[in-house]
């Protein structure tokens, strides 16, 4: 896929959780000892101004009907690497983009509870937009003094820095490659500030992280396709 | 990657949980009233008599150094699909294919407990054995009728039959389609019969199942 200038082909998507303390504190979790990390799959990319789709069978039911936006920084891999130590990981990083890991939030917090997998709620169609644009490793300068922020319908949602980060991005790469081998394109999403809520169709969310840009995507009912 | 003669692209690896009844009573798990799916990577993916990696990250820590076998039936996407209905799912089917849901059990139990994902559990390298090769669907006539088993150093750990599934393929398709499109090549596991048990390096495990044949891995430990 193209995002901006830049063609990728990413293999996985891992989200890093709980990584920031106003979330931690809003979504009443505890303070990880570790990174804690979830997998997106590959449908749930979408790039800016495609629309985000809203599941009909969500919409419809009392229950599970709440879907969240979650702006985040993310960073693509740039060659294969394995068991990368914190000083080196800054070498396999081709750059950053933004984020929004949409999730079911009210299907997410229902399979917490009866211990099953959370992954249905992160992974419908559309639930992973990303761009507008890569900036490289050398354009961002310090990853972690970025503002980052969200609005929905032009209203300010979350406002935070990724200076927030509790477990930065060499850390992230650092543990995850402990665990697996990551490939050239694959995405790692670091983790969202506070101020997650909702968002239903009709809504346009914008993400923005300072020096990348703005992302920006409608959200519209799934029969509204056809 | 090239699974006996056909080659495939996967995207993405849905693996379905408890859906073997025998295995659901001896994990002292709820039975389900839809099916319970998550997700592995590719990075997990090994193909028959390639060596699945003990990672040292779990042999160097007492807290999760168990590490289980679970052997599965997987089928493999032929075209592009959302909303399949169950009585056209077999259309969306290239083949079947055995598979082995490889997986950290100790971290996945303490991760599960503190209602963290449990996702690192179950995507080391190495921790999605596949093969030997594909099946047409025009050579099993009903993949709820075969024989599956385990055997770890010769001796058999895991003897069921897929009549024994709770949710069959086409209910599968169905409910996994509805959550994401699916794309050729991606691979859907329908989960695990009773048996399940650990394994060390320099074991030797061989998954079967009827008219699909056996994949043999070795076991070994991560150099670093």
């Not at chain 1, 990880?32 to 101004?49: H, Q, R």
């Not at chain 2, 798990?29 to 699945?52: C, D, H, M, R, Y």
Request: charged share 25%.
């Amino acid at each position: 896929m193209k995002i901006g200038e830049i063609t990728i082909n990413p293999t996985k998507i891992i989200c890093v959780g709980t990584n920031y303390m106003d979330h931690i504190e809003e979504t009443k979790l505890d303070v990880p000892k570790e990174p804690v990390f979830f997998p997106k799959t590959l449908n749930c990319l979408i790039k800016d101004k495609e629309p985000i789709i809203y599941p009909t069978f969500l919409y419809n039911n009392p229950k599970i009907n709440r879907i969240d936006y979650e702006v985040e920084l993310a960073f693509i891999i740039k060659d294969t690497c394995k068991n990368v130590s914190l000083n080196k990981a800054y070498e396999h990083i081709l750059g950053y983009t933004i984020f929004n890991d949409i999730t079911a939030r009210k299907m997410q917090i229902k399979d917490i509870l009866s211990k099953l997998p959370w992954f249905r709620s992160k992974s419908f169609d559309t639930f992973a937009p990303i761009g507008p644009r890569i900036l490289t490793h050398p354009e961002i300068g310090d990853p972690h003094n970025l503002k980052i922020k969200l609005k929905v319908n032009g209203n300010l949602k979350q406002n935070s820095n990724t200076k927030n980060l509790l477990f930065k991005v060499p850390d992230l790469m650092e543990y995850i490659t402990k665990f697996f081998t990551m490939e050239a394109g694959d995405i790692i999403a670091t983790g969202t500030p506070g101020g997650i809520g909702p968002i239903k169709p009709g809504d346009l969310i914008e993400a923005s992280i300072e020096k990348i840009g703005t992302l920006t995507n409608e959200v519209i009912l799934e029969k509204e396709l056809n | 990657m090239k699974i006996g003669k056909t080659n495939i692209n996967p995207t993405k690896i849905i693996c379905l949980g408890r859906n073997y009844l025998d295995h659901i009573k001896e994990t002292n798990s709820p039975i389900p009233t839809e099916p319970v799916f998550f997700a592995k990577t590719v990075n997990t993916l090994v193909t028959n008599g390639g060596n699945i990696i003990y990672p040292n990250v779990l042999s160097s820590n007492k807290d999760y150094n168990k590490v289980d076998h679970e052997v599965e039936l997987a089928f493999i996407i032929f075209q592009t699909c959302k909303n399949v209905s169950a009585k056209r799912a077999y259309d969306y089917i290239r083949g079947y294919t055995i598979f082995l849901d490889i997986t950290a059990r100790s971290m996945q139990k303490s991760d599960r407990m503190i209602n963290l994902p449990w996702y690192r559990s179950k995507n080391f390298d190495t921790f999605g054995p596949i093969g030997p090769r594909i099946v047409p669907c025009s050579e099993i006539a009903d993949p709820h009728n075969l024989n599956i088993q385990l055997k770890v150093n010769e001796n058999i750990k895991q003897f069921s039959n897929t009549k024994h599934m709770l949710f069959k393929i086409p209910e599968i398709l169905e409910y996994i389609s509805k959550y994401v499109t699916l794309v050729p090549g991606d691979i859907v596991a329908t989960g695990t019969p009773s048996g399940i048990g650990s394994i060390l390096p320099g074991d030797i495990l061989e998954a079967s199942i009827e008219k699909i044949g056996t994949i043999t891995h070795k076991v070994i430990l991560e150099e670093i």
